[in-house]
């Protein structure tokens, strides 16, 4: 079946706008995950989403940082005022559950932004 | 502070040897271990999981678990060239709240 769809697949924005990611999880998957990667390192936890649950959004790197999720299926990360530390790549990722041997993360392609 | 460190290598092996990838955690409260392949300009794609001690084979796959002295490995059997990429492991307590924590991987590159 289809797996985790992401866009746009590359941003380029100037500094201060404000951009929106957009996520499709794997159907069926109720949890949903955004990381972000910058260059040469590791990836970054930002905020998990499991079915409509409100999200803890304590790992979100700023408050001009944001993440909704629709229906318990479609995220949308945005990102306002960005700045040019906020290039990376921004990338999701959905599982069956949360655990119980359903946690395993499926990822999507990512989305590239660069702020100029 | 969770951590799971690797070493970022290169690690370079002759084609057709083991490779030996390794990864230390900080958080006893993990309970899952995850093994991501992730080549240049790509997303990370799933090679392994493992929950319990000991070994987990799958294909030249081998994951291998030691929960009391926070490691986990990989081995590569018959290393292809098409195995060159970053390895990267990450750990995770369940319940998904704290998403899953990754090293930084390691770099390896199989030598035709």
């Known amino acids: 079946g289809a797996g985790v769809s992401q866009s746009p697949s590359n941003k380029v924005t100037e500094k201060g706008k404000d951009v929106e990611l957009r996520c499709d999880p794997i159907?069926?998957?109720?949890?949903l995950y955004w990381y972000r990667q910058s260059l040469g390192q590791g990836l970054e936890f930002l905020i998990y989403f499991q079915g409509n649950s409100a999200p803890d959004k304590s790992g979100l790197p700023s408050d001009r940082f944001s993440a909704e999720r629709t229906g318990g299926s479609v995220s949308t990360l945005t990102i306002q005022r960005t700045q040019q530390e906020d290039s990376a790549v921004y990338l999701c990722?959905?599982?069956?559950?949360?655990?119980?041997?359903?946690?395993?993360?499926?990822f999507g392609p990512g989305t590239r932004l660069l702020v100029l | 502070q969770k951590e799971v460190e690797q070493n970022s290598g290169p690690l370079s092996v002759p084609e057709g040897a083991i490779a030996s990838l390794n990864c230390t955690y900080s958080d006893r409260g993990s309970q899952s271990f995850f093994w991501y392949r992730q080549y240049s300009g790509k997303s990370p794609e799933l090679i392994m999981f493992?929950?319990?001690?000991g070994d987990k084979e799958d294909g030249r796959f081998t994951a291998q678990l030691n929960k009391a002295s926070q490691y986990v490995s990989l081995l590569i059997r018959d290393s292809q060239p098409s195995d060159s990429a970053t390895y990267l492991c990450a750990g995770g307590r369940g319940g998904g709240a704290d998403g899953l924590t990754f090293g930084k991987g390691t770099h390896l590159i199989i030598q035709p």
């Open positions: 493992i929950y319990s001690n």
């Open positions: 159907s069926g998957h109720t949890a």
């Open positions: 990722a959905s599982s069956l559950g949360p655990a119980g041997g359903q946690e395993t993360q499926y």
